[in-house]
């Protein structure tokens, strides 16, 4: 393996591990095809919406998920690339 394909591999994978971040991507996942807001997530796990914002803001640095703007409110949806690989992680 290549080092910058290394590095890149390195980078996915320190995104995701993580076990609320995993939590995120299930339900994202769950969520599929629309994609889900942050009030959503933060209505199903123990957690802040500044804590989730952060845990989002890391999958979405590293190209994990996708955020779109909908007026006021922000849609994250698994990358294309990703929701296939992000499936058998989380079987």
């Known amino acids: 393996m290549a080092r910058n394909s ?3 591999l390195a980078r996915i994978l320190k995104a995701i591990a993580d076990p609320t971040r995993l939590q995120l991507l299930s339900m994202i996942l769950g969520h599929e095809p629309g994609g889900v ?3 959503d997530l933060v209505s199903q796990l123990a ?3 500044p804590t989730i914002s952060h845990h989002l ?3 979405h640095d590293a190209a994990i998920v996708t955020r779109r703007q909908e007026g006021r409110t922000v849609i ?3 990358a294309e690339d990703f929701r296939g690989p992000v499936s058998d ?3």
């Open 57 to 59: 803001k890391i999958l």
């Open 47 to 49: 957690f802040q919406q």
């Open 76 to 78: 994250y949806t698994l």
């Open 89 to 91: 992680i989380l079987r």
């Open 37 to 39: 807001t942050v009030g």
């Open 6 to 8: 290394a590095e890149a």
